[in-house]
C-alpha cells in the first residue's frame, strides 16, 4: 500500500487539501486506489506548534512516503521571522530535503474557461505548456547570500550558480517528458548577459545533442519568452529554465489559463518520492472564507497518481472530472462564479 502526506500547511492550503482528499478517498472506496493518507503540519502552522516550518520528523515522514501534497504555505502574521524561519523557508528545505529537482508546472486551458484569460479565447484556445522549471539550485540556493553593511554601504547579495551537473540532470527531464509529447523543447535563459546563463545554454545543448537527437530544441532569451507567452503562447510545449526564471515564466503563463487556481505542480528527484502543490500561494485575504478554488490541488493529486503512485489511469480520470465539472458550468467565485470551494468539490466528485 502507498501513502500520501498530506501538508495543509497555511491560508487557503487547507481549505483546497480537505477537497484532495475527498477526490483521494473516493478514490479509495470505488477506484481501487490502495492509498494510505498521513497528515502533518508544515510552514506557518508549523511555526506556531513547533517553533519551526519544518520539523525533523516530518521531513523523515516526507521522505519516506510514496507522494507528498501540499497546500499552500506563508501569511502576513510571519513576515517578520527571519528569513530562514519563515514559512518559506521551511518550503525549500523540504525541496532540499526530498532531493526534488525538477518542477513540472503544466499551463493548461480547459475549453470552458477560454473565455476567462485576459487574453483573447482565440490566442490561449488549445494552450498546453509544460514547464519543467530547476527547483534546488540558481539563485534561491546560492552562496553567499545576505545583506551586510551599514547605512549607504548596505549590501544585499544573492548568488546564480549553477554546476553542469545540475543543468544536465533537469534538462534530461525535459527531453524525457519531450519524448511524450511533440518532442519539441524550448530552453529559456539569458545566455547574453550572464555567464551562468551561457553554461546552461552549452550543457542543454550538448546533452540534447549527445543524447536526445530525435528532440527539437530551440533556444530562447528569459525576456523574449516572457513577450511571445502573451503574444502567441501556443508555440510552446515544453518550456525548460532555471529556478528564477522558471519561477516568474510558469506563473506568467498560468494567468493564461484564466485563474491560478487551475495551475497543479509536480516536483520531482532521481527515484523518491514526488512532491505536489497547487501554484497558487496561501491567498490570506481569503483564507478561511470558503471560497478558494480547489482544482489546483486536486489536479496536483492527478499529478501525483500519475509520477508517484503509479495509476496513471486514475489521473486521467480525476482530469476529466475536473473538466466535465467545468463544461457543466461549476465556477468558483475566481472563475466568475458563487460557488464555495466545497461545493466545487462536489462538482468534481460528481464528474468522476
Excluded at 105 to 123: G, I, M, N
Excluded at 302 to 328: F, H, I, K, Q, T
Aim: charged share 20%; proline share 5%; glycine share 12%.
Amino acid at each position: 500500500m502507498a501513502t500520501l502526506l498530506l501538508l495543509p500547511g497555511d491560508g487557503i492550503g487547507p481549505e483546497v487539501t480537505a477537497q484532495a482528499r475527498r477526490v483521494a478517498e473516493r478514490l479509495s472506496a470505488t477506484a481501487g486506489l490502495d492509498v494510505t493518507l498521513a497528515e502533518a503540519r508544515f510552514g506557518g502552522a508549523a511555526i506556531d506548534a513547533d517553533g519551526v516550518p519544518l520539523t525533523q520528523a516530518t521531513l523523515a515522514a516526507a521522505r519516506a512516503a510514496d507522494a507528498v501534497l501540499m497546500g499552500a504555505v506563508g501569511g502576513p502574521q510571519w513576515a517578520g521571522q527571519p528569513y530562514d524561519k519563515r514559512p518559506e523557508a521551511g518550503l525549500l528545505a523540504l525541496r532540499a530535503g526530498m532531493g526534488v529537482f525538477a518542477n513540472l508546472r503544466p499551463a493548461r486551458t480547459f475549453a470552458a474557461l477560454a473565455a476567462a484569460s485576459t487574453l483573447k479565447p482565440e490566442v490561449v484556445a488549445g494552450l498546453d505548456i509544460l514547464f519543467v522549471r530547476e527547483l534546488t539550485g540558481g539563485v534561491y540556493f546560492g552562496e553567499p547570500r545576505g545583506i551586510s553593511g551599514e547605512g549607504d554601504a548596505r549590501r544585499g547579495v544573492n548568488t546564480h550558480l549553477y554546476t553542469a551537473a545540475e543543468i544536465r540532470r533537469v534538462a534530461r527531464v525535459a527531453f524525457d517528458l519531450a519524448r511524450g509529447r511533440s518532442r519539441r523543447v524550448a530552453s529559456a535563459d539569458k545566455a547574453n548577459v550572464m555567464e551562468a546563463g551561457l553554461l546552461w545554454r552549452e550543457e542543454v545543448q550538448a546533452l540534447r545533442d549527445a543524447e536526445y537527437p530525435d528532440v527539437a530544441l530551440t533556444h530562447i532569451l528569459a525576456d523574449n519568452c516572457a513577450m511571445q507567452l502573451v503574444r502567441a503562447p501556443t508555440q510552446f510545449d515544453i518550456i525548460l529554465t532555471d529556478n528564477l526564471f522558471g519561477d516568474i515564466l510558469s506563473d506568467q503563463a498560468a494567468m493564461l489559463t484564466g485563474s491560478l487556481g487551475m495551475l497543479p505542480s509536480a516536483a520531482l528527484g532521481a527515484g523518491g518520492p514526488g512532491l505536489y502543490e497547487p501554484i497558487h500561494g496561501s491567498a490570506p485575504d481569503i483564507a478561511g472564507r470558503g471560497v478558494a478554488n480547489p482544482c489546483a490541488a486536486i489536479l496536483s493529486l492527478a499529478m501525483a497518481l500519475r509520477y508517484s503512485l503509479r495509476r496513471p489511469d486514475l489521473a486521467v480520470r480525476v482530469e476529466g472530472a475536473v473538466e466535465a465539472a467545468l463544461d457543466a458550468g461549476a465556477r468558483t467565485r475566481d472563475l466568475g462564479g458563487t460557488l464555495t470551494t466545497a461545493a466545487m468539490g462536489e462538482a468534481v466528485l460528481a464528474g468522476l
